[in-house]
């Protein structure tokens, strides 16, 4: 997982989806401090899975 800021991602957006599409994290920084993360679609469905499951255990 990579991090960017986003001053710079503003002008590289296009850019940034592909790579999400194609399977890449990425996480939006202000100032060095993580604001946000861009992740492909599945994975958050496979996240929020996963943790349904761990919580019924």
Same mark, same amino acid.
């Given at each position: 997982?990579? $991090?960017?800021? #986003?001053?710079?991602a503003?002008?590289?957006?296009?850019? @940034? @989806?592909?790579?999400?599409?194609?399977?890449?994290?990425? #996480? @939006? $920084?202000?100032?060095?401090?993580?604001?946000?993360?861009?992740?492909?679609? +599945?994975?958050?469905?496979? +996240?929020?899975?996963?943790? #349904?499951?761990?919580g019924?255990?």
């Open positions: 997982m990579r $991090t960017i800021e #986003i001053d710079d503003e002008s590289r957006f296009d850019e @940034l @989806l592909t790579e999400v599409e194609n399977g890449e994290s990425i #996480i @939006l $920084t202000r100032n060095g401090q993580p604001v946000t993360r861009f992740i492909p679609e +599945d994975r958050v469905k496979e +996240d929020v899975a996963a943790a #349904i499951e761990e019924r255990k």
